[in-house]
């Protein structure tokens, strides 16, 4: 009998797991849109989901069958046992589909997203069918399990459906166009600040603790930058520098997957379905996303096409330096393998309180993410003072957001409620100072832009506290400790100083997609109608609209600017048309 209900409990499990294989290619389109790679997804994953699902259900209906009061019949294996378990194991992964449209909901294409949402609502269909089959006692045996296996069957046509009516973009039309950058328009600096938040900046703002973010707020403009989860840096980075939203630029995350002996890319992993215990398994094997899988063009592109001068650091999906002229990359630094800051040894001691106990894997971090940013910083000042400095210089600054990882803890005592005193005293006004150093940096960007400089402090996204399950988790799983979390998306910052801003206004409703939008605009570029976003024209002054007006062109994919070609070269006799 146990056999036999093991055998049952495998054919449903095997019907389940297909629907679970099915969810990753609604996540993972280059998946699905390959007849190959879904039969070598299936062919992989399967065995192993069917093993791992049926055991458990078997077990659990063993058990009913031992304490139940009414002990399960001992007769042959029979629709009505695997019917149940099909059911049992559905209403999971109709869940792990809800759960993943809700998560990933901002990274996937819209028709994706309601291509998975339709799938859910299939599985669910069938699994009722089902049910009322399973569990109805006036149906004849045969009626039954003929109308279960017909659900079943429309169930996975209608996935498979979906899975085949995969879009594909089409590329933009080659075109030409002679505009030029607005000659007028002075030195653009951003600076980037990874994990700073209104929650976090603006009540030591308002105790009066940073006064160059506090005249940035005075004299210029400021607003939340709208995030969305699961908040990863790349991604939110690649999606203020393209304009685009990931579905449409290709980055959704640091890691790619890439199944064991298949060749197709796992780029969103579906939550609720055991996925990291696959990479414990090495079934599925990680490699971090590099420049290529962004499909679109990004600033330093467009900029690079006008001949502008500029430099980028602290970006790791930067291109070949050879590729771009007139543009500069630096890689994030490595501390222990970087020359030790000029000023490390100034702010360090007001860090922490020395006289306290120490700590050595907290001062291990604070120290790898102060010096991370002091470095890029010195070399940010080295850039803007040389002869001749690069007209846009774009900052991140990520080793704020590496210690908020860990500090944020005492920094909001009151939302961990265990931090124990020695930490706190030592590490209490830990995040305060960093901000203070950070102001000090900015103090000196705003002298530097003078009259005629634009300057942008831009969080990519916010830090809040992480829950007690999720800490619980990583404790279980022997994870580093962690306080601090950007994983639902919270809201960054942004700053915008200089001539043309409106003084104390603020921004509303500020997307990451409309940051590039408004840097085109600021530096006199055409602003691509394809992009997401648009200029933040509710910042400039009325003057300031009526002297420079913005201009527009379709797009900057597949576009000629004078010489400079982005990304599409013209055939031999072809022609394009010259925009105005």
Not at 324 to 334: E, G, N
Not at 414 to 419: D, E, P
């Amino acid at each position: 009998m146990r056999w036999r209900l093991l055998g049952n409990a495998a054919v449903a499990a095997a019907a389940a797991s297909v629907h679970v294989i099915f969810l990753y290619a609604f996540l993972n389109p280059s998946v699905g849109s390959g007849g190959s790679n879904l039969v070598r997804l299936v062919g992989g994953l399967c065995p192993v989901y069917t093993l791992t699902m049926s055991l458990p259900v078997a077990s659990a209906y063993l058990l009913y069958g031992y304490f139940g009061s009414r002990p399960l019949p001992r007769r042959r294996v029979e629709w009505r046992y695997w019917g149940s378990f099909f059911v049992l194991l559905n209403i999971w992964v109709v869940v792990a589909y809800g759960l993943n449209a809700r998560f990933y909901r901002y990274l996937l294409d819209p028709a994706a997203l309601n291509r998975l949402i339709g799938a859910a609502l299939a599985i669910l269909t069938a699994s009722l069918a089902v049910a009322i089959t399973v569990f109805s006692r006036r149906l004849a045996q045969r009626s039954a399990a003929r109308m279960s296996a017909l659900g079943i069957v429309v169930t996975v046509w209608l996935i498979l459906a979906g899975l085949l009516s995969v879009d594909v973009p089409e590329a933009s039309p080659p075109y030409r166009t002679e505009l030029e950058p607005l000659a007028s328009a002075g030195p653009l600096t951003i600076i980037g600040i990874d994990g700073l938040s209104p929650e976090l900046l603006l009540p030591l703002i308002s105790e009066g603790r940073l006064p160059a973010f506090a005249r940035l707020m005075r004299e210029g403009s400021y607003g939340a930058l709208r995030a969305f989860p699961p908040g990863d840096g790349v991604t939110l980075w690649t999606t203020i520098l393209t304009g685009k939203q990931p579905h449409r630029h290709g980055v959704r995350g640091m890691l790619r997957y890439r199944l064991l002996g298949g060749e197709a890319e796992i780029t969103l992993p579906p939550h609720g379905v055991g996925f990291g215990f696959l990479r414990t398994l090495g079934l599925v094997l990680p490699a971090p996303i590099t420049a290529e899988h962004r499909r679109v063009r990004a600033f330093w592109d467009i900029l690079s096409a006008f001949r502008i001068p500029s430099a980028f650091l602290g970006f790791p999906l930067a291109p070949p330096v050879s590729s771009l002229p007139s543009i500069q990359f630096r890689a994030a630094m490595d501390p222990p393998t970087s020359p030790a800051p000029a000023d490390l040894e100034e702010w360090w001691p007001r860090l922490v309180e020395e006289n306290s106990q120490p700590m050595a894997l907290q001062d291990e971090v604070l120290k790898r993410g102060l010096a991370a940013d002091m470095l890029l910083l010195e070399e940010s000042e080295r850039l803007r003072s040389g002869k001749p400095s690069p007209r846009v210089r774009v900052v991140r600054l990520s080793g704020f957001d590496y210690v908020l990882h860990r500090f944020l803890r005492y920094h909001q005592p009151s939302k961990f409620g265990n931090v124990p005193d020695t930490a706190l005293e030592r590490f209490g006004h830990t995040i305060s100072e960093y901000c203070k150093f950070l102001d000090v940096k900015i103090a000196r960007e705003i002298e530097a832009v003078g009259n005629r400089g634009m300057l942008l402090v831009v969080s990519s996204h916010g830090m809040t506290a992480e829950s007690i399950a999720a800490r619980a988790i990583r404790n279980l799983r022997g994870a580093a400790s962690l306080s601090g979390t950007h994983h639902r998306g919270p809201s960054g910052i942004l700053f915008m100083y200089g001539p043309g801003v409106q003084a104390g206004s603020t921004l509303n409703r500020a997307r990451l997609t409309d940051v590039l939008p408004t840097l085109l605009y600021l530096l006199g570029l055409p602003v691509a109608r394809d992009l997401d976003g648009e200029p933040m024209t509710e910042a400039m002054t009325v003057r300031h609209l009526e002297a420079t007006p913005a201009s527009s062109i379709p797009s900057y994919e597949g576009v000629f600017i004078g010489e400079q070609i982005i990304d599409t070269f013209p055939e031999p006799g072809e022609e394009f048309p010259v925009l105005d």
